[in-house]
């Protein structure tokens, strides 16, 4: 009897090893991990441009702005009336990414969309390609004055970022 209490202590003694061995490997593992991490968060000059507010009054009727976000450039064209008719008389059809101008637009007169194109990532030209909105010297992509894609290699259009207007010529991106 005296050998088996023995016994019984004895893995109590090393059940209590095994468990602080391993619950010192675990923090040990976590305190080593943390750096590797926490490295994956962004760094403060990505997070000091996660939005950016732009003051629209100086870009005049049928001119474009370019601002930077998040280390790419956004392109803000205050559209004129036959930029905007010409935008909304495009059938969906025709379309090889499908979106209305509507759906594109929070007010018909802006258009603000991150300007890289969707096939390599070139920077489009404004006011060029074949209908009227942006072309891409790279490969030939032609964007409308949505940014539609309407020919070439890009296979979507170009995207919009999540933006807001906090008055009438102030806009937040981002």
């Known amino acids: 009897m005296t050998e088996h209490a023995s016994c019984a202590q004895e893995e109590t003694r090393r059940d209590f090893l095994h468990v602080a061995t391993a619950a010192v490997a675990v923090v040990g593992a976590a305190h080593v991990a943390w750096p590797f991490i926490d490295q994956m968060n962004p760094s403060a000059d990505v997070l000091a441009l996660s939005s950016v507010e732009v003051d629209l009054s100086p ?7 370019t601002v930077n976000w998040r280390g790419k450039p956004v392109f803000i064209r205050h559209r004129t009336e036959e930029d905007i008719v010409e935008a909304r008389a495009v059938s969906l059809e025709d379309l090889p ?12 007169e802006w258009l603000i969309m991150v300007g890289v194109c969707t096939h390599l990532g070139c920077i489009p030209l404004a006011d060029q390609g074949d209908y009227g909105g942006w072309f891409c010297p790279c490969h030939g992509s032609h964007y409308d004055t949505s940014g539609r894609i309407r ?6 259009n170009l995207p919009v970022p999540g933006y807001a207007f906090t008055d009438d010529t ?5």
């Open 59 to 65: 870009v005049p009727v049928g001119q474009q702005l």
């Open 151 to 156: 020919l070439g290699p890009a296979p979507e």
């Open 97 to 108: 990414d499908p979106q209305s101008d509507e759906e594109r637009v929070e007010r018909a």
């Open 170 to 174: 102030t806009v937040v991106i981002g």
